[in-house]
């Protein structure tokens, strides 16, 4: 690469990483955010569910705006948006701002997101693409990894508020920067329209299936199934405007393949288990372990590490024994790990947990990427831009079902003092058995997931992934 294409992929990336940070960073945090607010454990997952529901509702759109309005122009305006987002979180003096904030910074996050990959397609010649492909999956993993250790090291040595100071001053460096090295190029489909009836449709069917799932088993029991009602009214909607419209956000005669629906389903899967255990573990190693924040979140370090070591190797061997094989392990793999996750208890050994995080992260990086490349290879190649955008878009569907399902089960288990009273306040013991039973749920999921690929008719596409890492963040 020349200067001038380091310094484009250099900035993409800047993005690419502060969207894998701010994946992992705020869970480390909550436990914290929670007696600060004095609020329940359930009411602090919506710091992360906001920021979620707003994300995957918005990716597909950011995809369609940069189309109709340049790339560039864009993705330094969501860069903007995402870094004063940032900084108003960390003033936020109450939930409901904090939440508020957070929704905004989402607004930013998915267009960053977004249009990481296509920026790089459209910016660098074919011969450096798969090398600047790479370098932007590597900068959003290390973003990850990094995420539980600077969010617990900000909390304890400083305040949780820090956790969205850091991204500041690289947002700014950043847009600076963007604004001299990305190129000006016309958009590639000025004249694309937007399908806001598409965008409402798919807003208000997430937030109510994820509110619904979030509040049915605490006091709000009542709205929780209306709003369950409303989801199942606007999801069927959705699917029939994306059906008859010109320019859908979401090409639904894809899913006419039944192994592409599949495998897109298994994305969401193993996405949930991932966010469930990062959304609960924080609570488990701070709560019942009693570990400082710091060192929970070198704990928590583990299972983003075990995605990095594994994904790039996974995608190497399903280009050469397919992509079924490595998939069903990873998710074998994944089984593993929840059932031992489930086995923790107040004295178990906090090195184990570490080792059950890794062995998770292994098998979702195992799985990932070759899910991946069997999505892509299932595809027409005028459609895999769509088809990546979906793949974003399952993935992120997964966290938000995942943060809300695990929620759901651990009061369920423990009964309503979860949804009613802080965590701070709960026996250990009784804690400690909440969470396992969300793990354990998740492991049913991911069992779901096997049998699912099992059905699964493997083809050779020719596709590959050139053994680059993929990110599930």
């Not at 596709?463 to 993929?470: A, C, I, K, L």
Request: net charge neutral; charged share 10%.
């Amino acid at each position: 690469m020349s200067p001038a294409e380091l310094l484009i992929v250099l900035v993409i990336s800047l993005g690419s990483f502060m969207a894998g940070l701010d994946a992992t960073i705020v869970n480390i945090a909550l436990p914290t955010i929670a007696k600060a607010f004095r609020i329940t454990t359930v009411t602090s997952s919506w710091v992360l569910n906001a920021y979620l529901i707003v994300l995957v509702s918005l990716l597909l759109v950011s995809a369609r705006l940069g189309d109709m309005k340049g790339y560039r122009r864009v993705f330094l305006s969501g860069f903007a948006v995402f870094t004063v987002g940032s900084a108003l979180c960390g003033f936020s003096p109450s939930i409901d701002l904090l939440i508020l904030a957070r929704i905004l910074q989402a607004v930013g996050g998915a267009i960053i997101s977004a249009l990481g990959a296509v920026m790089v397609t459209s910016y660098l010649p074919a011969a450096l693409r798969g090398q600047a492909l790479g370098i932007v999956a590597m900068f959003t993993m290390l973003g990850a990894a990094m995420g539980p250790v600077i969010g617990g090291f900000l909390t304890s040595a400083l305040s949780w508020q820090f956790i969205f100071f850091v991204n500041v001053p690289v947002g700014i460096i950043a847009v600076l920067l963007g604004l001299r090295v990305l190129p000006r190029t016309a958009p590639v489909a000025p004249d694309s329209n937007l399908d806001i009836p598409g965008v409402v449709l798919i807003i208000i069917a997430l937030s109510t299936l994820i509110y619904g799932l979030t509040t049915i088993s605490g006091p709000g029991m009542f709205a929780g199934i209306i709003s369950l009602i409303i989801a199942v009214i606007f999801w069927p909607l959705f699917i029939l405007r994306e059906k008859r419209s010109k320019m859908p956000l979401v090409n639904m005669r894809l899913f006419a393949n039944r192994s592409f629906t599949i495998q897109n389903f298994d994305v969401m899967i193993i996405q949930m288990g991932m966010a469930g255990v990062m959304i609960l573990m924080p609570f488990y190693l701070e709560l019942v372990k009693h570990l400082p924040t710091d060192n929970a979140g070198t704990v928590l370090l583990a299972l983003p590490i075990g995605m990095i070591l594994t994904s790039p190797l996974a995608g190497r061997i399903s280009d050469v024994i397919g992509t079924k094989k490595p998939i069903i392990a990873g998710f074998i793999i994944a089984v593993l790990g929840l059932l031992l996750l489930s086995t923790l208890s107040p004295h178990s050994n906090v090195g184990h947990s570490a080792i059950y995080l890794f062995i998770l992260g292994a098998g979702t990086g195992i799985a990932y990427a070759p899910l991946n490349s069997a999505i892509m290879g299932q595809t027409p190649p005028k459609d895999r831009g769509a088809a990546s955008g979906l793949i974003k878009m399952m993935t992120n569907l997964g966290s938000s079902l995942g943060v809300a399902l695990v929620m759901l089960v651990a009061t369920a288990a423990l009964g309503p003092k979860l949804a009613e009273v802080s965590a701070h306040t709960i026996p250990m013991e009784e804690l400690a058995i909440a969470f396992d039973a969300a793990f354990l749920f998740l492991m049913v999921l991911e069992i779901i997931g096997i049998v699912l690929m099992l059905i699964v008719k493997e083809t050779d596409t020719g596709y590959s992934t050139e053994g680059e890492p993929v990110t599930a963040f």
